[in-house]
């Protein structure tokens, strides 16, 4: 676990400007609180922080490497390469004298040997920071799928680069400022591929690397699902996912006996692979979050379909695992220091308020217990289990799956998921649902369709693109950072690239076998899991099912717009903010109110109270 950052100026010399590293390492200090190490050169300075009992592999950093005397460069990374040992042993035998187990070493000898290129030899999740001297130029990397974050900003005559966006911030040429496209990216969770939601800074891509050099700032794609022929059979397609997944979990940093058990397959399947084999005195230990005593309250609806607990329960007796129930209540997720924890480890709102408040308090308990743990994201979106593409009316719509069914749910087209209290003006200003439409083609114009391909596979190819690049876009790094900021590192077996290729390229109908959604991957894995998870329904991250949220919210609402320093107050129709906080009931199931249109609801309100906070906290200047 661990954080870098780092400062390029082709003209400056930076030997003497540690003092503006140093506050920029700082500022990232959760994600590293045992060590810190800054290299000075002289149009480089390079940072890093790290928790040592988090990280496996990374050794001392930043790590300078020279020959016969002579500086090359340095280098900073946060994160994991599975496939250091081969690599290790391929330079080896190539004439490259290693001097340690350090993999930033492995990593600047793999750029010495292959140049830029050695970002294709990479297995894992990363993000680096290379300083080539003889060059004069940075190099900035992210792994395939985005699970380790890195932004960066383009100042006069250089560059600074950090793994979090507060990091930049702290520089004194940067300044805490949002544009209309900021706030469309916010209103429509676009995860555009880049963007960094402030004004003048960027995301590396992932599956990306920037060089930033003599000649400016360049960006360059280093991978990307391959379009190809399915040719496999149903019986050959499903050997082949469970090979995959087999691989992946022989992995030895997947040999992790911690475990966020939902009671879904995804979970399930996690934790049944790391528990095969374990003696009985070191079972595998696993954490399930639930809300009061939620075997009481759960009422199902058509979002949640049914509790975790009596499946969750089922797997641990199935696999005998050690496991522990985090208990939160109501007046957790409304505790103020929380949801501030929250919006300053994800650094911008967003509209899943007490998702994002219950997950932050869940993985801080975990993270008490264990400093890194399993966790089943991608799967759902991989192999056909967001509930929107068995959507028609969203599957149709040719926008973001998540606007397209807010629209739907709330009867507010125009609103994205947070808008629905801008002033009208403003709101038909940031055209949400444009904005997002055309995200949604720019994603979809980089998909190769195969020949005569059309119809639904047409589409759910395209989706898939959707997922990999926008949902997980934005989904991956946000959970990365509230769980990092909770000392705890997160790792993600189904996100593995050589599965994603894999999968990529199976039919849509082979996905849904036996017309279900994850079908195919119910199938792998049969033989690991109890009939009875193997025939749940998915139900997405429980909420608390108490109508004191909502209530606490619209009081919360109430108590923003009464005070005259309110942040936000130039930017909301304060006449429709009064009426919601009038009428909480819209924003909770029941007769008249759907579960769908009562979550939509409240995004907008949840997105509101976090941009008073956020442009507050941060000294956000809105410039739209």
């Known amino acids: 676990m661990s954080a870098i950052a780092g400062w390029v100026h082709r003209d400056r010399d930076l030997s003497r400007e540690d003092a503006v590293l140093r506050s ?30 988090g990280t496996s592999n990374t050794g001392a950093q930043p790590f300078e490497v020279r020959a016969d005397g002579r500086l090359l460069g340095a280098v900073v990374f946060d994160g994991e390469v599975y496939n250091a ?56 990397v992210r792994d395939r799928v985005g699970l380790k974050p890195l932004f960066y900003a383009e100042t006069e005559a250089g560059a600074v680069f950090a793994s979090e966006r507060k990091a930049l911030l702290v520089h004194p040429w940067l300044r805490a400022a949002v544009d209309a496209d900021g706030l469309r990216e916010l209103m429509a969770y ?50 082949t996912v469970r090979a995959l997944l087999e691989q992946t979990m022989s992995l030895p940093t997947f040999a992790v006996p911690d475990v966020l058990l939902s009671g879904g397959v995804d979970s399930s399947t996690l934790t049944a692979f790391v528990s095969r084999g374990r003696p009985e005195d070191a079972p595998v230990r696993t954490y399930t979050v639930r809300f009061g005593d939620d075997r009481e309250e759960f009422q199902a609806n058509e979002v949640w379909h049914s509790p975790d607990l009596p499946y969750v329960r089922e797997m641990v007796d199935a696999c005998h695992t050690d496991h522990t129930e985090i208990v939160l209540r109501t007046a957790d997720l409304l505790d103020p220091l929380a949801r501030t924890a929250v919006l300053r480890a994800k650094e ?89 439409a055309q995200r949604y083609r720019e994603t979809v114009s980089q998909v190769e369709h195969l020949p005569g391909e059309s119809g639904t596979e047409r589409v759910m190819r395209d989706l898939f693109m959707i997922h990999l690049k926008n949902w997980l876009g934005t989904l991956l790094p946000h959970d990365e950072t509230i769980a990092m900021s909770a000392g705890l590192e997160m790792r993600l077996p189904f996100t593995d690239h050589r599965l994603t290729e894999y999968v990529y390229n199976i039919p849509w109908s082979m996905k849904i076998r036996d017309k279900r959604e994850k079908g195919l991957l119910r199938a792998a894995v049969a033989d690991l899991l109890p009939q009875s998870i193997l025939d749940r329904q998915k139900s997405p991250y429980p909420v608390p099912q108490d109508a004191g949220y909502p209530a606490a919210l619209c009081a919360e609402l109430s108590r923003m717009i009464s005070r005259p320093d309110t942040a936000i107050s130039e930017f909301v129709d304060l006449d429709a903010v009064r009426e919601t906080a009038a009428n909480p009931a819209a924003l909770w199931p029941g007769d008249k109110v759907s579960a769908g249109q009562a979550w939509a609801k409240r995004s907008h309100v949840e997105m509101l109270l976090q941009l008073d906070e956020w442009i507050t906290t941060y000294g956000v200047s809105v410039e739209v």
């Open 190 to 239: 676009a995860g555009t591929p880049g963007h960094a939601v402030f004004k003048g800074m960027r995301a590396v891509k992932p599956a990306s690397f920037v060089r930033i050099g003599a000649t400016g700032i360049s960006e360059h794609q280093y991978w990307a699902p391959e379009t190809r022929e399915h040719e496999d059979d149903m019986d050959a397609t499903v050997a």
């Open 348 to 436: 911008i709102p967003n509209p899943l308020g007490n998702m994002n408040t219950s997950y932050y308090l869940f993985l801080r308990e975990v993270g008490r217990r264990t400093s890194s743990v399993l966790q089943g994201d991608g799967a759902d979106s991989f192999f056909g289990g967001m509930g929107w593409v068995h959507h028609p009316g969203v599957v149709k719509s040719k926008n973001l799956p998540w606007v397209a069914l807010a629209a739907l749910d709330a009867g507010a087209p125009t609103a994205g998921l947070g808008g629905g209290m801008l002033k009208p003006g403003l709101l038909d200003k940031l055209d949400i649902p444009g904005y997002s």
């Open 24 to 53: 920029m390492v700082g500022a990232m200090a959760a994600r590293g609180p045992d060590e810190e190490g800054i290299w000075r050169g002289e149009h480089a300075l390079l940072g890093f922080r790290r928790l040592v009992a």
């Open 85 to 140: 040992d081969e690599l290790r042993a391929d330079l080896a035998g190539r004439g490259h004298r290693l001097t340690g187990g350090a993999v930033a070493e492995l990593l600047f000898h793999a750029y010495l040997e292959w140049g830029s290129g050695f970002v294709t030899r990479l297995v894992g999740m990363y993000a680096i920071a290379l300083w080539d001297e003889r060059e004069q130029q940075a190099i900035l």
